[in-house]
Protein backbone atom coordinates (compact mmCIF):
# COMPACT_ATOMS: atom_id res chain seq x y z
CA UNK A 1 0.00 0.00 0.00
CA UNK A 2 1.05 3.45 -0.97
CA UNK A 3 2.18 5.40 2.11
CA UNK A 4 -0.33 8.47 2.99
CA UNK A 5 1.10 11.53 3.22
CA UNK A 6 -1.94 13.10 4.66
CA UNK A 7 -4.13 11.33 7.33
CA UNK A 8 -6.99 12.84 9.27
CA UNK A 9 -8.85 10.92 11.90
CA UNK A 10 -12.03 11.65 13.76
CA UNK A 11 -11.60 15.43 13.38
CA UNK A 12 -14.11 17.56 15.45
CA UNK A 13 -14.15 21.02 15.37
CA UNK A 14 -16.22 23.09 17.89
CA UNK A 15 -17.14 26.99 18.52
CA UNK A 16 -18.38 28.70 21.28
CA UNK A 17 -20.92 31.58 20.56
CA UNK A 18 -23.22 33.30 22.63
CA UNK A 19 -25.67 31.12 21.33
CA UNK A 20 -24.57 27.74 22.74
CA UNK A 21 -21.49 25.36 21.02
CA UNK A 22 -21.35 25.19 17.04
CA UNK A 23 -20.54 21.76 16.28
CA UNK A 24 -18.78 22.80 12.98
CA UNK A 25 -16.64 19.34 12.05
CA UNK A 26 -18.00 16.48 13.55
CA UNK A 27 -15.98 13.27 13.41
CA UNK A 28 -14.24 13.69 9.73
CA UNK A 29 -11.99 11.58 8.86
CA UNK A 30 -9.87 10.37 5.09
CA UNK A 31 -6.63 9.31 3.89
CA UNK A 32 -5.14 11.17 1.23
CA UNK A 33 -1.80 9.14 -0.70
CA UNK A 34 1.03 10.86 -2.21
CA UNK A 35 -0.21 12.12 -5.79
CA UNK A 36 -3.84 11.62 -5.48
CA UNK A 37 -6.81 14.06 -5.45
CA UNK A 38 -9.27 14.19 -3.34
CA UNK A 39 -12.70 16.20 -3.64
CA UNK A 40 -14.71 17.28 -0.48
CA UNK A 41 -18.00 18.93 -1.56
CA UNK A 42 -21.35 19.82 0.29
CA UNK A 43 -23.70 22.89 0.50
CA UNK A 44 -22.67 26.05 2.36
CA UNK A 45 -22.15 25.67 5.98
CA UNK A 46 -21.40 21.93 5.81
CA UNK A 47 -17.68 22.19 7.70
CA UNK A 48 -15.61 22.08 3.87
CA UNK A 49 -13.87 24.65 5.03
CA UNK A 50 -13.54 24.62 8.80
CA UNK A 51 -12.10 20.93 7.91
CA UNK A 52 -9.44 22.53 5.71
CA UNK A 53 -8.65 25.24 7.88
CA UNK A 54 -8.06 22.65 11.01
CA UNK A 55 -5.52 20.72 9.12
CA UNK A 56 -3.61 23.74 8.44
CA UNK A 57 -3.90 25.18 11.72
CA UNK A 58 -5.16 28.27 10.88
CA UNK A 59 -8.87 28.40 13.03
CA UNK A 60 -8.53 30.89 15.53
CA UNK A 61 -7.09 30.12 19.57
CA UNK A 62 -11.25 30.01 20.72
CA UNK A 63 -12.21 27.02 18.23
CA UNK A 64 -11.62 23.65 20.04
CA UNK A 65 -10.55 20.92 17.95
CA UNK A 66 -9.81 17.42 18.67
CA UNK A 67 -8.92 14.01 17.06
CA UNK A 68 -5.66 13.79 14.60
CA UNK A 69 -4.35 15.17 11.63
CA UNK A 70 -0.69 13.70 10.55
CA UNK A 71 1.40 15.11 8.04
CA UNK A 72 3.42 12.12 6.77
CA UNK A 73 3.40 10.01 10.28
CA UNK A 74 3.81 13.50 12.06
CA UNK A 75 0.83 15.20 14.35
CA UNK A 76 -0.17 18.33 13.52
CA UNK A 77 -2.57 19.15 16.17
CA UNK A 78 -1.11 20.61 19.07
CA UNK A 79 2.13 21.37 17.44
CA UNK A 80 3.53 24.90 18.24
CA UNK A 81 2.95 27.82 15.09
CA UNK A 82 6.84 28.22 14.43
CA UNK A 83 6.52 24.72 13.31
CA UNK A 84 3.25 24.71 11.58
CA UNK A 85 5.09 28.11 9.79
CA UNK A 86 7.64 25.72 8.29
CA UNK A 87 5.18 23.25 7.13
CA UNK A 88 2.95 25.77 5.57
CA UNK A 89 3.92 25.97 1.73
CA UNK A 90 6.46 23.88 1.59
CA UNK A 91 4.66 20.46 2.81
CA UNK A 92 1.18 21.66 3.26
CA UNK A 93 0.08 24.71 0.87
CA UNK A 94 -3.27 26.43 0.32
CA UNK A 95 -5.12 28.06 -2.17
CA UNK A 96 -7.99 30.44 -0.60
CA UNK A 97 -11.65 31.13 -1.64
CA UNK A 98 -10.88 34.79 -2.60
CA UNK A 99 -7.35 35.99 -4.10
CA UNK A 100 -8.22 39.68 -3.57
CA UNK A 101 -8.05 38.54 0.33
CA UNK A 102 -5.12 36.34 0.51
CA UNK A 103 -2.38 38.89 -1.57
CA UNK A 104 -1.51 41.78 -0.04
CA UNK A 105 -2.08 44.51 -1.97
CA UNK A 106 0.42 46.94 -1.21
CA UNK A 107 2.99 44.18 -2.67
CA UNK A 108 3.46 43.54 -6.24
CA UNK A 109 2.66 40.05 -6.79
CA UNK A 110 6.77 39.09 -7.97
CA UNK A 111 7.23 40.34 -3.95
CA UNK A 112 4.61 38.03 -3.13
CA UNK A 113 6.17 35.11 -4.77
CA UNK A 114 9.28 35.40 -3.95
CA UNK A 115 8.71 36.14 -0.21
CA UNK A 116 7.15 32.25 0.03
CA UNK A 117 10.67 31.76 -1.37
CA UNK A 118 13.08 32.77 0.30
CA UNK A 119 11.00 31.71 3.54
CA UNK A 120 11.49 28.11 2.69
CA UNK A 121 15.04 28.68 1.00
CA UNK A 122 17.30 30.88 3.49
CA UNK A 123 19.79 30.67 1.00
CA UNK A 124 18.41 31.68 -1.79
CA UNK A 125 19.28 34.83 -3.56
CA UNK A 126 16.69 37.54 -4.35
CA UNK A 127 17.51 37.41 -7.56
CA UNK A 128 17.22 33.76 -8.01
CA UNK A 129 13.57 34.06 -5.74
CA UNK A 130 12.87 36.80 -8.53
CA UNK A 131 14.27 34.82 -11.43
CA UNK A 132 11.69 31.57 -9.84
CA UNK A 133 9.04 34.42 -9.61
CA UNK A 134 8.53 34.98 -13.32
CA UNK A 135 9.00 31.34 -13.97
CA UNK A 136 5.94 30.70 -11.65
CA UNK A 137 3.59 33.24 -13.42
CA UNK A 138 4.35 31.81 -17.00
CA UNK A 139 3.59 27.63 -15.89
CA UNK A 140 0.42 29.37 -14.41
CA UNK A 141 -0.79 30.97 -17.49
CA UNK A 142 -0.26 34.51 -16.89
CA UNK A 143 1.08 36.30 -20.13
CA UNK A 144 4.27 38.41 -20.07
CA UNK A 145 5.04 36.99 -17.14
CA UNK A 146 8.20 39.63 -17.08
CA UNK A 147 6.31 42.27 -16.73
CA UNK A 148 3.46 40.89 -14.85
CA UNK A 149 5.59 40.18 -12.08
CA UNK A 150 5.69 44.08 -10.76
CA UNK A 151 1.83 44.43 -11.13
CA UNK A 152 0.17 44.62 -7.79
CA UNK A 153 -3.10 42.45 -7.16
CA UNK A 154 -5.83 45.17 -7.83
CA UNK A 155 -4.17 45.53 -11.46
CA UNK A 156 -5.05 41.90 -12.02
CA UNK A 157 -8.64 40.59 -13.07
CA UNK A 158 -9.78 37.88 -10.79
CA UNK A 159 -9.01 34.87 -12.65
CA UNK A 160 -5.18 36.23 -12.99
CA UNK A 161 -4.89 36.88 -9.07
CA UNK A 162 -6.29 33.80 -8.16
CA UNK A 163 -3.21 31.84 -10.81
CA UNK A 164 -1.20 33.92 -8.92
CA UNK A 165 -2.58 32.24 -5.42
CA UNK A 166 -1.91 29.03 -7.24
CA UNK A 167 1.69 29.88 -8.18
CA UNK A 168 2.79 30.74 -4.70
CA UNK A 169 0.91 27.74 -2.99
CA UNK A 170 3.11 25.77 -6.11
CA UNK A 171 6.45 27.84 -5.41
CA UNK A 172 7.99 25.39 -2.79
CA UNK A 173 6.94 21.73 -4.38
CA UNK A 174 4.54 21.25 -1.69
CA UNK A 175 3.32 17.65 -0.97
CA UNK A 176 -0.58 18.33 -0.41
CA UNK A 177 -1.95 21.13 -1.57
CA UNK A 178 -5.48 22.45 -0.46
CA UNK A 179 -7.84 24.15 -2.62
CA UNK A 180 -10.62 25.96 -0.87
CA UNK A 181 -13.19 26.93 -3.66
CA UNK A 182 -10.17 27.81 -6.08
CA UNK A 183 -13.12 29.01 -9.04
CA UNK A 184 -15.43 31.00 -6.35
CA UNK A 185 -17.01 33.59 -8.40
CA UNK A 186 -15.02 33.01 -11.60
CA UNK A 187 -17.19 32.81 -15.19
CA UNK A 188 -16.91 28.99 -17.00
CA UNK A 189 -14.09 30.03 -18.99
CA UNK A 190 -11.78 31.23 -16.55
CA UNK A 191 -12.72 28.42 -14.02
CA UNK A 192 -12.11 26.16 -16.58
CA UNK A 193 -8.29 27.55 -16.88
CA UNK A 194 -7.63 28.26 -12.53
CA UNK A 195 -8.62 23.94 -13.16
CA UNK A 196 -6.05 23.80 -15.75
CA UNK A 197 -3.49 25.87 -13.79
CA UNK A 198 -4.03 23.44 -10.71
CA UNK A 199 -3.38 20.56 -12.55
CA UNK A 200 -0.39 22.35 -13.87
CA UNK A 201 0.65 22.78 -10.64
CA UNK A 202 0.05 18.96 -9.28
CA UNK A 203 2.16 17.94 -12.34
CA UNK A 204 4.63 20.15 -11.79
CA UNK A 205 5.17 19.82 -8.17
CA UNK A 206 3.73 16.39 -7.90
CA UNK A 207 1.40 16.88 -4.79
CA UNK A 208 -1.51 15.36 -3.51
CA UNK A 209 -4.79 17.22 -3.54
CA UNK A 210 -7.51 18.42 -1.47
CA UNK A 211 -10.07 20.22 -4.13
CA UNK A 212 -12.94 21.85 -1.70
CA UNK A 213 -16.03 22.51 -3.41
CA UNK A 214 -20.17 22.56 -4.01
CA UNK A 215 -19.92 21.93 -7.53
CA UNK A 216 -20.08 18.43 -8.22
CA UNK A 217 -18.88 19.10 -11.96
CA UNK A 218 -16.04 20.01 -11.05
CA UNK A 219 -14.74 17.20 -8.76
CA UNK A 220 -15.94 14.95 -11.82
CA UNK A 221 -12.75 15.57 -14.05
CA UNK A 222 -10.05 16.18 -11.49
CA UNK A 223 -10.17 13.91 -8.39
CA UNK A 224 -9.59 10.17 -7.89
CA UNK A 225 -12.35 10.25 -4.68
CA UNK A 226 -15.22 12.09 -3.65
CA UNK A 227 -16.27 12.87 0.05
CA UNK A 228 -20.09 14.53 0.76
CA UNK A 229 -20.07 16.62 3.81
CA UNK A 230 -23.03 17.10 5.11
CA UNK A 231 -23.81 19.09 8.70
CA UNK A 232 -20.32 18.96 9.33
CA UNK A 233 -19.33 15.07 9.22
CA UNK A 234 -18.78 13.06 6.00
CA UNK A 235 -21.92 11.42 4.41
CA UNK A 236 -20.65 9.42 1.49
CA UNK A 237 -17.23 8.49 0.54
CA UNK A 238 -15.74 6.72 -2.90
CA UNK A 239 -14.27 6.65 -6.16
CA UNK A 240 -15.98 9.15 -8.60
CA UNK A 241 -17.33 6.61 -10.39
CA UNK A 242 -18.93 4.96 -7.13
CA UNK A 243 -20.94 8.49 -6.64
CA UNK A 244 -21.81 10.16 -9.96
CA UNK A 245 -23.19 6.35 -11.10
CA UNK A 246 -23.90 3.98 -7.84
CA UNK A 247 -24.82 6.95 -4.84
CA UNK A 248 -25.65 5.10 -1.62
CA UNK A 249 -26.97 8.38 0.39
CA UNK A 250 -30.23 10.19 -0.34
CA UNK A 251 -28.50 13.47 0.08
CA UNK A 252 -25.88 12.46 -2.66
CA UNK A 253 -28.65 11.39 -5.23
CA UNK A 254 -30.21 14.85 -4.41
CA UNK A 255 -26.91 16.79 -5.34
CA UNK A 256 -26.65 14.79 -8.27
CA UNK A 257 -30.79 15.19 -9.17
CA UNK A 258 -30.41 19.19 -9.12
CA UNK A 259 -27.47 19.31 -11.70
CA UNK A 260 -28.00 19.70 -15.08
CA UNK A 261 -27.06 17.03 -17.62
CA UNK A 262 -26.22 17.85 -21.38
CA UNK A 263 -26.23 14.04 -21.78
CA UNK A 264 -30.24 13.40 -21.30
CA UNK A 265 -33.42 14.92 -22.15
CA UNK A 266 -34.99 15.69 -18.86
CA UNK A 267 -38.27 17.44 -18.32
CA UNK A 268 -36.64 19.28 -15.42
CA UNK A 269 -34.35 19.01 -12.23
CA UNK A 270 -34.80 17.85 -8.86
CA UNK A 271 -34.20 20.23 -6.20
CA UNK A 272 -33.39 18.77 -2.79
CA UNK A 273 -36.57 20.71 -0.38
CA UNK A 274 -35.21 22.94 2.70
CA UNK A 275 -31.97 23.70 4.38
CA UNK A 276 -29.40 22.10 6.01
CA UNK A 277 -29.83 22.29 9.92
CA UNK A 278 -28.49 24.48 12.36
CA UNK A 279 -25.30 23.28 13.83
CA UNK A 280 -26.34 24.94 16.70
CA UNK A 281 -28.87 22.06 17.64
CA UNK A 282 -28.40 19.62 16.39
CA UNK A 283 -31.34 17.03 16.58
CA UNK A 284 -30.99 13.35 17.49
CA UNK A 285 -30.80 10.77 14.30
CA UNK A 286 -29.97 11.74 10.66
CA UNK A 287 -29.34 15.14 10.29
CA UNK A 288 -30.89 14.71 6.94
CA UNK A 289 -33.92 12.94 7.88
CA UNK A 290 -35.92 16.54 7.65
CA UNK A 291 -35.08 16.91 4.31
CA UNK A 292 -35.14 13.32 3.29
CA UNK A 293 -38.13 11.82 1.16
CA UNK A 294 -37.24 8.25 2.41
CA UNK A 295 -37.18 9.10 6.16
CA UNK A 296 -38.16 6.54 8.40
CA UNK A 297 -39.31 6.26 12.33
CA UNK A 298 -35.29 5.40 12.61
CA UNK A 299 -33.92 8.34 10.82
CA UNK A 300 -35.47 10.47 13.94
CA UNK A 301 -33.35 8.60 16.65
CA UNK A 302 -30.07 7.16 15.48
CA UNK A 303 -27.59 9.18 13.05
CA UNK A 304 -26.44 6.22 11.12
CA UNK A 305 -22.25 5.39 10.63
CA UNK A 306 -20.32 5.43 7.59
CA UNK A 307 -20.24 1.84 6.62
CA UNK A 308 -19.94 -0.28 3.23
CA UNK A 309 -21.55 0.53 0.62
CA UNK A 310 -20.78 -1.91 -2.47
CA UNK A 311 -17.18 -1.82 -3.11
CA UNK A 312 -14.03 -1.63 -0.20
CA UNK A 313 -13.83 1.82 -0.29
CA UNK A 314 -17.48 2.90 -1.11
CA UNK A 315 -18.81 4.11 2.24
CA UNK A 316 -22.20 5.51 3.48
CA UNK A 317 -24.21 6.91 6.35
CA UNK A 318 -27.78 5.76 5.24
CA UNK A 319 -29.83 3.77 7.19
CA UNK A 320 -31.17 2.30 3.57
CA UNK A 321 -28.66 2.94 1.27
CA UNK A 322 -29.15 -1.07 -0.26
CA UNK A 323 -32.31 0.89 -0.65
CA UNK A 324 -30.84 2.97 -3.71
CA UNK A 325 -29.18 0.23 -5.94
CA UNK A 326 -30.63 1.52 -9.49
CA UNK A 327 -32.45 4.21 -8.20
CA UNK A 328 -32.34 7.55 -9.85
CA UNK A 329 -33.10 11.62 -8.08
CA UNK A 330 -36.10 11.48 -9.81
CA UNK A 331 -37.71 8.00 -8.44
CA UNK A 332 -36.52 9.16 -4.97
CA UNK A 333 -37.37 12.82 -4.38
CA UNK A 334 -40.07 12.84 -6.99
CA UNK A 335 -42.38 10.54 -5.51
CA UNK A 336 -42.57 11.25 -2.14
CA UNK A 337 -42.17 15.02 -0.22
CA UNK A 338 -39.78 15.77 2.38
CA UNK A 339 -41.50 16.59 5.92
CA UNK A 340 -42.82 20.18 5.81
CA UNK A 341 -43.49 19.83 9.27
CA UNK A 342 -39.93 19.07 10.37
CA UNK A 343 -38.52 21.35 7.95
CA UNK A 344 -40.69 24.33 9.28
CA UNK A 345 -39.18 23.18 13.23
CA UNK A 346 -35.79 23.38 11.84
CA UNK A 347 -36.37 26.46 10.35
CA UNK A 348 -37.28 28.14 13.49
CA UNK A 349 -34.47 26.97 15.37
CA UNK A 350 -31.75 27.86 12.84
CA UNK A 351 -29.91 31.06 13.65
CA UNK A 352 -30.06 33.90 11.35
CA UNK A 353 -26.70 33.82 10.42
CA UNK A 354 -24.18 31.18 9.38
CA UNK A 355 -22.44 29.87 12.44
CA UNK A 356 -19.29 28.96 10.52
CA UNK A 357 -18.55 31.88 9.02
CA UNK A 358 -19.14 34.01 11.75
CA UNK A 359 -16.72 31.64 14.00
CA UNK A 360 -14.28 31.79 11.42
Known amino acids: MTSAVL ?34 VGESGSGKSVTALAVMGLLPSGARVRGSVRFEGTELLGLSDARLSDLRGSGIAMIFQD ?19 LRHNPGMKHR ?37 VIAIAMANDPDVIIADEPTTALDVTVQA ?50 IFYTPRMPYTLGLLGSLPRMDREEARLTPITGSPPSLLNLPPGCPFSPRCPMRRDVCDTDEPALRRAGGD ?9 DEL ?13 ADTEALARFADAAPTTNPEEDAV
Do not use: W
Open 7 to 40: EVDDLSVEFATEDGLVRAVRGVGYRLDRGESLGI
Open 128 to 164: DARKRAVELLGTVGIPSPERRVDNYPHEMSGGMRQRV
Open 193 to 242: QILEALETARAETGAALVLITHDLGVVAGHTDRVAVMYAGRIVETGSVED
Open 313 to 321: LHLSACHFA
Open 99 to 117: PMTSLNPVYNVGYQISETL
Open 325 to 337: VGTGAGQVFDAVG
